[in-house]
C-alpha cells in the first residue's frame, strides 16, 4: 500500500495541472469574498445589512467552501480521468492488479494536496473578505475561536472534497464529461436546489444532506443561508459522516463499474 | 537465470457476437525469443492483456509461472510488459513517468535514470511526453518494461515507428534477453520484422491458433522453387524428373518446386537445353506466413467474380 500510495502521490505532483487550479482558485476565492464582504459592509442608506458581526466574518470564510469547492472536486476528478483520458491506466494496473487497493491509493493520495488547497483557498478567502470587514464592517474576527475553528474546518472540507473528486471521477471517468458534470453541479443545480429547497419548510432539512449543504454544515457556516439563517445546518458530527457518505458510495459504485470491466 | 515460461490454456475472449480470441492454446519458454504472429485483429493484444489481467477471459487461463499475472506478489517485477497502446501522460517528463511506477515495482530513481539511459533517452530525461517522437515513446515504453530488470519481458509490436537504426537495436536486445535466459514474447503483425531474432513462432488469425513451432522447422515448410520458360518444355520436364525435382505446366512455362533458380539454371546448362527464361518462384516464409494466416474460407471467396 506505501509503494501505492507513493505511486499516486508522483503521479499528481509530476503534472502542472492542479498547480494551475491552485493559482486560479486563490484568485477567485480572493475576489469573490472581497465582493461579498463588501456588500456587507456597505450597505445602502435605509435598508438592512443581511449579516453583521460574527455572522458576516463567518459567512463570508464559508465562502471557500460555498463556490471554492468546484476546485478540489476538480482537482481529485482529475486525478482520476486523466488515468483513462491518457490511458496510463493500463501501466497503472499492470503494477497494482489489485484494483481496490489503487482506488484506495488514489483516493488517500489526494488528502495532502487537498489539505495544501484547503490551507491556500482559506488564506486566499480570509486576505479577500477581512481587511473590508476590519476596516468598514465589525471587525474581521480572526481572534475568536469559534470563526478559527470554522476556518480549520474549512480546510478539512476542501481535502474532503478532493477526495469525493476522485471517487466521482471513478463512476464517470471520462474526463470532459465529469468536468461538465462538476461545473454544472457546483455552480448551478447545487446552489438552486439548496435556496428552492430552503423556501419549502417540509423539504428545507433536505438541502443540508446535498454535499455543499453538508461541507457548509461542517464548517458550521453558509453563505447561501446567508438570508435566511443556518438553522437548517446539520450538527458538525452528522455533517462529517455525510460528507465521508459520499465519498464512500462514489467510491464503491466506481470500483464496481469502471474499474470492473476490461481495460484496453 | 531461472525465468518462468508463460501457459496460454485454452484463452477465449468473446466480445459480444464475436470471438476475438478461440480457445488458444500455446506456452512460451524461457531462453528463447518467441514471436507472436497475425494479422492485424487477429486478437494477439487481446491475448496479451488477458495474460497480463487487464481483460478478463471468457475461459481459459494464462499462467505466468505456476500462477496468474495477478496473483504475483508484485508482478511488474516478474514480467515487464510495453503494450502496444502504451501510453504516457503528455505532462510529465520521461524520467517522471519511470518514477511514478518505481515504487510498485521496488526500484529507486538512479534506476529509473540508468533505464532511460540504457534505452537511449538519457538526453530526453527532463522534456515532457508530449513532445516525444512515437520511436521515442516506443523507447520510453521498453524503459518502462525494463525498470526490474524482469525476467519475462513481453512486448506489443515493438518495432512500430522505429527508425532502421532502432529495429536493429531492439533485435540485439532481443536476442541478448534470450541468451541471458529470459523468457521473452513479442508481437508482430509482419514475421519480415522478428524473423531475424525469433527462435519460436506463433502465429494466429481470427483469434485461433494457426501454426505453433520453432522457426526453424517453419523454414523446412518453405520450399524454393523456379519458373521456367523453354522452347522445349519436355525437356525441361524430362530434367526435373532425372533431378528429382517436381515439375508442373503453368500458363506458357513449367514451375520446378525443390529447386532455387540457380539450380534450374545451372542443370539446364549443363543439359544443354535452352532457357528463355528463369525466374524465382520460391514459397518463402512470407508466402508461408500469408498462406496460414489467410482467413477461413478465403479459398472460396477466391472464384469467378
Redesign the interface.
Known sequence: MRAALLAEYRKLVSTRMWWLLLVVMVAYLGFVSAAVSASFVFVPEGSEAPLVGEDAARATYSLVNGVGYVFPLVIGSLAMTTEFRHKTITQSLLVEPDRTRFLLAKLLSVVPIGLAAGVVGVAATVAGGAPLLAIQGDGSYLGDGDVLGGLALGVVVVALWAVIGVAFGSILSNQVAAIVVILAFTQFVEPIARVVLSQVDALAGVASYLPGGAADSLIGASFLGAGGGDADLLPRWAAALVLVAYAVVFAVIGRLTTLRRDVG | MTAPSLAIDGLTKQFGGVRAVDDLTFTVRPGAVTGFLGPNGAGK?TTL?ML?????PSAGRALVGERE??AHPQ??RVVG?A?E?????????GL??L????????VSRTRCRQVLEAVGLGHAAKQRVGRYSLGMRQRLGLA?ALLADPPVIVLDEPTNGLDPEGIVWIRRLLRQFADEGRTVLVSSHLLREVEASVDEVVIIAQGRLRHASSLAELRTRATPAAYVVAPRPDAVAALATDRGWAATEDGGGIVVDGATAAEVGAAAHAAGIELHELVRRDVDLEALFFELTRPAGADAEEGPR
Open positions: 493484444t492483456r497480463l489481467g487487464l481483460t478478463r499475472y495477478a508482478p511488474g510488459a503494450l497502446a502504451s501510453s504516457f501522460h503528455p505532462g510529465r517528463t517522471a513517468h518514477e511514478v511506477f518505481a515504487p510498485q515495482v521496488g518502462t
